[in-house]
């Protein structure tokens, strides 16, 4: 359980290379204190919690690399580990800028004007759904009911929910967002 999966990759700048991923000793021990709630030979009932670690730990995103390190930690097959997490939204499996902007699409939020704000956040930053902007700053998403269709349109960010969206509101959303980024840079 203490080692890292070594995956051999290919891209297009080299021809081979192993990609070591590994949880950090502090990840380790709480992805342990997880699998340990679990019965012997159940440990794939951590898989959600294990999954945001790895998540965590890989900068937001979930790679192939770490998807395979976490079903080695689990002792189940990679497929296992890659129908939980295509199946979720609340995984990345690309690269996701610091900010992701998951705008809810569904039924009350549409009637609401959901369309128009994630026509209106595409716009403002230049970027589709699915993409990240050029500054690593802005992920945009769509995502389905978020269980707060009394508040539409809104969205999550991160654990918060943003409601009642307005243009207004989505330009002081990103302008705080830019605030926040300059200052922790």
């Known amino acids: 359980?203490?080692?890292?999966?070594a995956c051999l990759c290919t891209n297009a700048f080299s021809n081979f290379q192993i990609i070591e991923v590994e949880f950090s000793g502090e990840k380790l021990n709480k992805a342990k204190e997880i699998i340990a709630r679990y019965p012997q030979g159940k440990q794939k009932s951590a898989l959600l919690p294990i999954l945001h670690l790895a998540q965590d730990e890989n900068n937001g995103w979930l790679?192939?690399?770490?998807?395979?390190?976490?079903?080695?930690?689990?002792?189940?097959?990679?497929?296992?580990?890659?129908?939980?997490?295509?199946?979720?939204?609340?995984?990345?499996?690309?690269?996701?800028?610091?900010?992701?902007?998951?705008?809810?699409?569904?039924?009350?939020?549409?009637?609401n004007g959901?369309?128009?704000?994630?026509?209106?956040?595409?716009e403002k930053l230049g970027i589709e759904v699915g993409q990240t902007t050029t500054d690593g700053l802005f992920t945009l998403k769509t995502v389905e009911c978020l269980g707060a269709c009394g508040y539409a349109p809104m969205m999550q960010m991160g654990k918060?929910?943003?409601?009642?969206?307005?243009?207004?509101?989505?330009?002081?959303?990103?302008?705080?967002?830019?605030?926040?980024?300059?200052?922790n840079n």
Do not use: W
């Open 1 to 5: 359980m203490d080692r890292g999966c």
């Open 63 to 111: 790679s192939v690399e770490a998807m395979d390190y976490v079903a080695q930690l689990l002792q189940i097959k990679p497929i296992e580990v890659y129908e939980v997490a295509t199946f979720y939204s609340m995984y990345n499996l690309k690269p996701v800028g610091k900010y992701i902007f998951e705008v809810c699409q569904t039924g009350p939020c549409m009637i």
């Open 160 to 183: 918060f929910y943003k409601e009642h969206l307005t243009q207004e509101k989505v330009d002081q959303i990103i302008e705080e967002c830019r605030r926040t980024a300059a200052i």
């Open 114 to 122: 959901s369309d128009n704000i994630i026509g209106y956040i595409k």
